[in-house]
């Protein structure tokens, strides 16, 4: 019958070896197989260098790997919970690390903010645990809130007066926004209506501009200029 090389296991103690790197004699002794119908009669090689180190547990902090993009115009952020986990492994390895990465979360063409379950990424096959082994990750998805200006924008007097003609100046102003980044690309000066009253006993007044029309989740930040 055929021979399997996971029939055979070499064990050898290291119980009485120090840390650092050391050689290890290996004897027919060492090899266990549960087959009494063959007989071991070589090891090849007959030595190998390991090396003994501590074994440490050190808290890290948890990134969350995200993979793909969002829509244009919007963000993502991730936050895992919980914050830090614990990790077991060799002290070498263990006191290089700054972090643990989840496995990638997949946010292609995702608008709207969700939360998944995800397992930390193994660094080396020698980390022994991760406490937790798995995290919750919310991941936080929003419209890129943006400023800007638009140029051109056409002011009318609120309140006509009949039998009177009024000059406003200037006749356009500036308007500086803030709002969704999908929103703003889409605004223009055609889209804005600005106002300003003249009080009926004036022939002379400086006004305070208005908007009356602004999109919906779109605010005015500032009129240039302030006064018409």
């Not at 051109?152 to 406003?168: F, K, Y």
């Not at 223009?188 to 007044?205: I, M």
Request: proline residues 7%; neutral net charge; without cysteine.
């Amino acid at each position: 019958s055929s021979i399997e090389n996971t029939e055979f296991k070499v064990v050898k103690s290291l119980a009485d070896k120090r840390e650092g790197e050391k050689w290890v004699t290996l004897s027919l002794e060492n090899v266990a197989s549960p087959r009494t119908d063959i007989k071991v009669e070589r090891i090849d090689p007959g030595s190998l260098r390991v090396y003994i180190e501590r074994v440490v547990a050190r808290k890290l902090p948890v990134t969350a790997k995200l993979q793909g993009e969002v829509p244009p115009g919007f963000k993502a952020r991730a936050k895992p919970r919980p914050e830090t986990v614990m990790v077991l492994g060799p002290s070498t390895l263990v006191l290089r690390m700054t972090e643990v990465t989840t496995e990638e979360i997949d946010i292609s063409g995702r608008r709207a903010t969700f939360s998944a379950t995800v397992k930390l990424e193994k660094v080396a096959h020698s980390i022994r645990k991760y406490d937790p082994e798995s995290v919750d990750v919310l991941v936080e998805i929003e419209e890129n809130v943006v400023e800007k200006t638009v140029d051109g924008v056409r002011v009318d007097l609120q309140n006509p007066i009949p039998g009177r003609t009024v000059q406003i100046k200037p006749e356009k102003i500036s308007v500086k926004v803030r709002g969704p980044q999908n929103a703003l690309e889409r605004l223009d000066a055609t889209q804005l209506r600005v106002e300003v009253e003249l009080p009926s006993d004036k022939q002379f007044h400086l006004a305070v501009p208005r908007a009356i029309n602004v999109p919906e989740r779109v605010e005015i930040v500032s009129f240039d200029p302030a006064l018409i």
